[in-house]
């Protein structure tokens, strides 16, 4: 008998071929096995690469969007708004400021210099100010990355053709400035602030809300509830409303905080109402109708993480004559806590991105100043996004792609946050 | 199998039954329910003090069950009934009023797994007392764990290292930390579930020596599978085995010795000597 490695079927004895050949009950197919499962990874394959190829044009699309060549055409040239015929960019801050006292009227100058006094401004400071107050850029039309890099001549002879008077220039949306700046009408001033503050707002709330009522619910849930007819009732209902469309949760949060617990969100029962809301319309309805939609899902995570603490645990503590109590503060919750955490930043990432529910509760889609406590109006980042892709302008287009960016990268934080936490405090056991 | 078999086997205790302040616990005609299943049927069981009473029997015929009715261990599982008594210090523990933590302070139990806390070694131990209300200074509970841990025979393997977790010790260490763990809290009894089924011979061998010196203070009541321990061990052997319905009975209790070497019942030389179970 060969008994060479690479022919696998003469591994068997002679007798043993004997009965497996003569035994007609038994086909042989090894081979057909072997090609059946190399289908099978080919098409798990394939699915993999279909969902990163999704991904990636996602991206790219996303981040073709964020910079690009602006055509900007201006109220009044530049190079003609130096009266001794220096250039802009060569003019101290003083002269600068010179300049911008002639061409805007005094309230207005007194309103920069209350936001920060030119004296403090530096050189390229000023020369924007001077630039966006007097020479009042529009933008006209813009261009994506892949275009800008690729047909740059294309672009200047329309860009030449079309805006003769203009300027084109290579404008990066997403910078510094754009998530400093406040809400404005003007896609070149308008910026992410507003939206940034009034989101960590509303996720502060729903933490503060949503994580002790679920993990103690979830603890009752999982822990003291006997299995009677009542509490199987709750489980399932518990399990439903994990899964109500998202606007649902909205349209209770109008009803409910906004119209019926008026006094208490707007703040008018602590006196603290803001006199240009006066009404429900603020973060804290907005963190709490959020709350409540993450609820279902922090409870139901909780009680999965709780229920992954092994029981011999619960039976070391019992038996040495702890009580329920004891057990579950000093057993049960540290060792679920790693994934309770996990699976509450989880469901917070998932209220940080939710758009329906705040529209229906009203968030306010314009506003310039920052939040100023939780009964303020707000807005919040995919509301803001929602917003500017709704806009006929091209440049909105671009800082919603911008605003997108800023989103994911948000996100990546949180569930980074997450992945730490599960690293840092998960337990063997 | 019929009942008056099962009779007699009661009538055969009076050989190890003494006076009462001998015994440890007794139960007198303990039943327990899973639901509408009887698991265990009218056990009779004196346990007598600071021995090593080992309960031995085929597969399913509720030593454990009888070892955690002991302490109420059985009261956490929610279809599980019990009916008789068990009386320890003449106190009926199934009695009303009874706090059955306070039972589980006073009757400590050890696993068939080990498992200690996913702590430190050092909290492992001070925890227990912790919830029992220890108000000891912060020395006074390092001598109480120095202490517990030499009663248990760890102290020398794990003096320098009481901060690392519990889990990192070996299978058997872990086994006589969690006993260390039950003594800390100063039962007068302590139940072992097959404390040795997990571990390697040598780390039993370890583990049956701390028995023996345990029952110099403690009651010890052990439930195994593994004959040749019962004999080794234990003092006094109770053995149970299955009636046709599948309810466990007590067949046959006596000295150690005696039920290994002459046993009084057929089916308990049948068992012992390996022909079923």
Redesign the interface.
């Known amino acids: 008998m060969t008994n060479s490695p690479s022919n696998p079927r003469n591994f068997s004895s002679p007798n043993d071929d004997d009965l497996t050949r003569k035994d007609s009950l038994f086909k042989d197919n090894l081979a057909q096995r072997h090609r059946r499962g190399i289908v099978w990874k080919v098409i798990f394959q394939i699915s993999t690469v279909i969902g990163i190829i999704a991904l990636s044009t996602l991206l790219i699309k996303i981040l073709n969007d964020t910079m690009g060549y602006a055509a900007i055409e201006y109220k009044k040239d530049p190079s003609t708004i130096s009266s001794s015929g220096l250039p802009l960019d060569e003019m101290t801050c003083s002269e600068l400021r010179v300049i911008l006292a002639e061409n805007v009227t005094k309230n207005r100058l007194r309103t920069i210099e209350r936001e920060k006094p030119m004296v403090e401004r530096s050189q390229s400071e000023c020369l924007d100010l001077v630039i966006s107050e007097v020479a009042e850029p529009t933008v006209k039309k813009t261009w994506p990355l892949f275009a800008s890099l690729f047909n740059y001549e294309e672009i200047q002879s329309i860009a030449a053709e079309e805006y003769p008077g203009g300027d084109l220039i290579f404008k990066v949306w997403l910078s510094r400035a754009f998530i400093l700046s406040p809400q404005s009408d003007d896609p070149l001033k308008a910026g992410i602030r507003t939206a940034i503050l009034g989101s960590i707002y509303i996720i502060i709330i729903v933490i503060i809300f949503a994580f002790p009522i679920g993990v103690a619910a979830a603890v009752y849930l999982e822990e003291y509830a006997?299995?009677s007819r009542i509490n199987q009732i709750i489980q399932t209902n518990i399990n439903n409303l994990a899964g109500v469309p998202s606007i649902i949760y909205g349209m209770l949060g109008l009803a409910l905080f906004v119209r019926y617990l008026e006094p208490l969100t707007s703040g008018a029962i602590f006196g603290s109402a803001d006199p240009t809301t006066a009404n429900g319309r603020t973060i804290l309805s907005a963190g709490l109708t959020l709350a409540l939609l993450i609820l279902p899902v922090v409870i139901i995570n909780g009680q999965e993480s709780i229920r992954a603490v092994?029981n011999?645990?619960?039976?070391?503590?019992?038996?040495?004559?702890?009580?329920k109590w004891?057990t579950v503060w000093?057993?049960v919750l540290p060792?679920a806590l790693p994934g309770i955490l996990t699976g509450t930043i989880l469901a917070v990432s998932r209220a940080f991105g939710e758009t329906a529910p705040l529209v229906v509760v009203g968030a306010a889609t314009f506003i310039t100043f920052d939040p100023e406590g939780i009964f303020s109006k707000f807005t919040s980042v995919p509301i803001q996004i929602y917003q500017w892709t709704a806009r006929p302008q091209d440049a909105f287009r671009n800082i919603a792609a911008a605003a997108i960016i800023v989103l994911l990268v948000l996100l990546l934080l949180l569930n980074a946050a997450a992945v730490f936490l599960r690293n840092r405090y998960s337990?063997?056991? | 199998m019929n009942l008056s078999v099962h009779l007699d086997a009661t009538v055969n205790q009076t050989i190890v039954t003494e006076t009462n302040e001998f015994h440890a616990i007794e139960a007198k005609s303990l039943n327990v329910f899973y639901g509408d299943f009887l698991a265990i049927r009218d056990v009779e069981l004196d346990i007598q003090k600071q021995k090593i009473t080992a309960l031995i029997g085929p597969s399913g015929c509720g030593k454990s069950t009888v070892l955690r009715a002991l302490n109420r261990m059985n009261d956490l599982i929610p279809i599980a009934r019990t009916t008789g008594e068990v009386l320890f210090h003449g106190q009926n523990i199934y009695a009303e009023g009874v706090d059955p933590v306070e039972v589980r302070k006073r009757i400590g139990m050890v696993f068939q797994k080990p498992n200690p806390f996913p702590k430190t070694i050092y909290e492992n131990i001070a925890w227990g007392a912790k919830i029992n209300g220890f108000k000891g200074s912060k020395s006074e509970m390092d001598d109480l764990i120095e202490r517990t841990l030499r009663d248990a025979a760890l102290w020398e393997e794990v003096k320098d290292k009481l901060q690392d977790s519990g889990l990192s010790l070996s299978g058997g260490q872990q086994q006589r930390l969690c006993i260390a763990r039950a003594i800390a809290v100063r039962p007068d009894i302590i139940l072992m579930d097959e404390p040795c089924s997990a571990l390697d011979p040598i780390s039993t061998l370890k583990i049956e020596e701390l028995m023996r010196d345990l029952s110099k203070n403690y009651t010890i009541i052990i439930v195994t599978h593994n004959m040749q321990q019962a004999a080794r061990v234990s003092d006094f052997t109770a053995f149970f085995t299955l009636t046709e319905d599948r309810a466990g009975v007590l067949m046959e209790y006596g000295i150690t010795n005696q039920l290994f070497t002459n046993p009084k019942q057929k089916i308990t030389e049948d068992y012992i000597t390996g022909r079923f179970g």
């Open positions: 006997s299995q092994p011999s645990l619960r039976q070391a503590s019992y038996g040495m004559g702890a009580t004891q000093s057993h060792n337990r063997r056991w």
